[in-house]
């Protein structure tokens, strides 16, 4: 079984609250995203900084469990870029990888903190960066699960995101309740988790924090997934 809370941080401005966050009970990992990763310290309780992204202004990080696992290979990438990226970003890394091994069973994994262009762009680039991360995680954990959280951007039409996922061999899976609720028209479940090679046993919201979004606990064991299907209430 792995544990592991994804959050935005809303431009770092929630970073007080990762200490407290750290303190769930068997929690193994953090995936972060929109943090100031300069700013972010190689440990929070007994989470150890895997990576994180290098030259975004707003990046990512990965936190893990060192007593429970050793790290085999991390790498930050760059997506394909959106119209916002080209404009403020023009070095976008928007996903982290860290391929670990569990100490105990030797099992290998892969966890990932994925952050998808913003509405302002087009479903399509979404699902053409998410394909791409998946395929460069593919090449990162060497034939490992993956697991890969984060801010997916993607409120609406998840159905036809769920069965294009699955096509290339992964499933999605939505948290318990809503993730994102400031803008009136783009409320829902915009923090998810697309995973291969896990059973997705629980994706649970979180308490609200300072960010806009809200923090999601995914619970995992390895195995076939079987679990709600996006565009499930």
């Not at 303190?23 to 309780?45: M, N, R, S, W, Y």
């Not at 790498?75 to 990888?97: A, N, W, Y």
């Not at 769920?162 to 309740?177: A, C, I, M, N, Q």
């Amino acid at each position: 079984m792995i544990r592991v809370i994804s959050y935005n941080l809303r431009k770092h401005r929630a970073v007080g609250e990762l200490a407290e966050l750290a303190k769930t009970p068997d929690l193994d990992a953090l995936c972060l995203q929109e943090v100031f990763a300069a700013e972010l310290p190689a440990e929070i309780g007994n989470l150890h900084l895997a990576d994180a992204t290098k030259s975004n202004r707003l990046g990512l990080a990965v936190y893990y469990r060192k007593d429970r696992y050793e790290q085999a290979a991390s790498q930050s990438f760059e997506l394909k870029k959106s119209l916002h990226d080209l404009i403020f970003s023009p070095t976008p890394e928007r996903l982290v990888g860290s391929r670990l091994v569990d100490r105990g069973t030797g099992h290998e994994l892969v966890l990932a903190s994925f952050h998808a262009a913003p509405l302002t762009a087009l479903n399509s680039l979404r699902r053409t960066q998410i394909k791409a991360a998946h395929e460069l995680l593919q090449q990162l954990g060497e034939g490992a699960p993956i697991i890969m959280v984060g801010d997916y951007n993607y409120p609406l039409f998840k159905d036809n995101l769920s069965e294009r996922v699955k096509k290339t061999g992964y499933d999605l899976s939505l948290s318990d309740r809503r993730t994102y609720t400031a803008y009136k028209f783009f409320r829902g479940h915009f923090d998810f988790v697309t995973s291969q090679g896990f059973t997705i046993e629980g994706v649970e919201t979180l308490a609200r924090g300072s960010s806009d979004h809200i923090p999601i606990l995914v619970t995992a064991s390895y195995g076939e997934p079987a679990y709600k299907r996006a565009g499930q209430e």
